[in-house]
């Protein structure tokens, strides 16, 4: 869909709330429907910022006393907020605002599931603002565990996985320096796995996916005495991610995981009697291609990434100098 098509529906869906005609209400709820249309799978940023426009005219023209049609709204306007690119502290702000200002109203006349999905974008609002120290992450998480309360793994199998692993990514971004924090990486560990149960290659092949390649990261980097039986089992989770994620079919996931599994392999010892140190030429050869594909997929901040791992590996393998610092480039 190119601009002139969008400003096309944006145009048509203003006239339409412009008939007098119409109830206040009808009309609101025919801008909130074209937006969400606007909004599946768009292709650039310009529909997301028309969706967002048309949002803010829908509530505009809603009825005060129509309160559940307007947290719908203001729900929707969140997430739009959410899958802007430019995701800067003052929009993921407007979008936190917008979930805790719809909550109580779908408490009080919605479904116990539309308060739950609100209740988990308003974690991700949270937990990515705590990433540029706007937030605090304990809200983020105490959001996540709301949701929980009706997103159970037996009737909502899907969004009981994202949220453990929400919570999981939420455990591990919190400070590494108190003496919980070994804890902390046992309950992230826990939360992938407790995903994992809930979740199959076949019926949720994204979600599971993304819990296997998220379950390695954080076995690789996990503080425990059992380095190599964690790193064992992260390249296990790691191979079960990418039999979802190909390169044909999911390339930069596939570059994320392939960059992961580089990173663990780095840092496994090779059989003392090899000639040669096959874990870590096997790690340079992903780092090489996770690089190419990245490239070839406009992820330029990937490639350096990656780039300096596989330049790292190189000045290794041409010293054979002992076991100093490996590269990291931990991809979601």
């Given at each position: 869909?190119?601009d002139?098509?969008?400003d096309?529906?944006?145009?048509?869906?203003v006239?339409?709330?412009?008939d007098a005609g119409?109830?206040?209400a009808?009309r609101?709820?025919?801008?909130?429907e074209i937006?969400?249309?606007?909004?599946?799978r768009?292709?650039?940023?310009?529909?997301?910022?028309?969706?967002v426009?048309?949002?803010d005219?829908?509530?505009?023209i809603?009825p005060e006393?129509?309160?559940?049609?307007?947290?719908?709204?203001?729900?929707r306007k969140?997430?739009a907020?959410?899958?802007?690119?430019?995701?800067?502290?003052?929009?993921?702000?407007?979008?936190?605002?917008?979930?805790?200002?719809?909550?109580p109203?779908?408490i009080d006349?919605?479904?116990?599931?539309?308060?739950?999905?609100?209740e988990?974008?308003l974690?991700?609002?949270?937990?990515?603002?705590?990433?540029?120290?706007?937030?605090?992450?304990?809200?983020?998480?105490?959001a996540?565990?709301?949701a929980l309360?009706t997103f159970?793994?037996?009737?909502?199998?899907?969004?009981?996985?994202?949220?453990?692993?929400?919570?999981a990514?939420?455990?591990l971004?919190?400070?590494f320096t108190?003496?919980?924090?070994?804890?902390?990486?046992?309950?992230a560990v826990q939360?992938?796995?407790?995903?994992?149960?809930?979740?199959?290659?076949?019926?949720?092949?994204?979600e599971?996916?993304?819990?296997?390649?998220?379950l390695?990261?954080?076995?690789q980097?996990?503080?425990?005495?059992h380095v190599?039986e964690n790193?064992?089992r992260?390249i296990?989770?790691?191979?079960q991610?990418l039999?979802?994620?190909?390169r044909?079919?999911?390339?930069?996931?596939y570059?994320?995981?392939i960059?992961?599994?580089?990173?663990c392999?780095?840092?496994?010892?090779?059989?003392?009697?090899a000639?040669h140190?096959?874990?870590m030429?096997?790690a340079?050869?992903?780092?090489?291609?996770a690089?190419d594909?990245?490239?070839?997929?406009?992820?330029?901040?990937?490639?350096?990434?990656?780039?300096?791992a596989?330049?790292d590996?190189?000045?290794?393998?041409l010293?054979m100098?002992?076991?100093g610092?490996?590269p990291?480039?931990v991809l979601?």
């Open positions: 869909m190119n002139r098509r969008v096309e529906r944006v145009r048509a869906a006239a339409a709330a412009d119409v109830a206040p009808e609101a709820e025919m801008l909130m937006a969400v249309g606007l909004q599946q768009p292709k650039d940023i310009v529909q997301l910022a028309a969706a426009d048309l949002y005219r829908a509530l505009a809603c006393d129509e309160r559940l049609l307007g947290a719908r709204i203001l729900a969140g997430t907020l959410l899958a802007l690119p430019e995701d800067s502290a003052e929009v993921l702000q407007q979008a936190r605002a917008a979930f805790e200002a719809a909550i109203h779908f006349f919605g479904r116990p599931e539309e308060t739950a999905e609100a988990m974008n974690g991700l609002a949270i937990q990515n603002l705590a990433g540029r120290q706007r937030a605090r992450i304990t809200d983020a998480i105490s996540y565990q709301r309360r159970d793994r037996l009737r909502f199998p899907k969004e009981f996985a994202i949220l453990q692993n929400n919570l990514t939420a455990f971004s919190m400070p108190d003496t919980r924090a070994r804890m902390r990486e046992a309950l939360a992938f796995e407790e995903g994992l149960k809930v979740v199959n290659i076949v019926d949720h092949p994204v599971y996916a993304m819990l296997q390649n998220n390695g990261n954080a076995l980097y996990a503080s425990s005495s190599v790193n064992l992260a296990e989770a790691y191979d991610a039999r979802v994620r190909t044909e079919a999911m390339p930069v996931e570059a994320n995981t960059a992961n599994k580089a990173n392999l780095a840092n496994l010892p090779d059989d003392p009697d000639p140190r096959i874990n030429l096997r340079r050869d992903y780092y090489r291609e690089q594909i990245f490239c070839r997929h406009g992820e330029p901040g990937k490639a350096r990434v990656v780039a300096e596989c330049s590996i190189a000045r290794e393998l010293a100098s002992g076991e610092d490996r990291n480039a979601q």
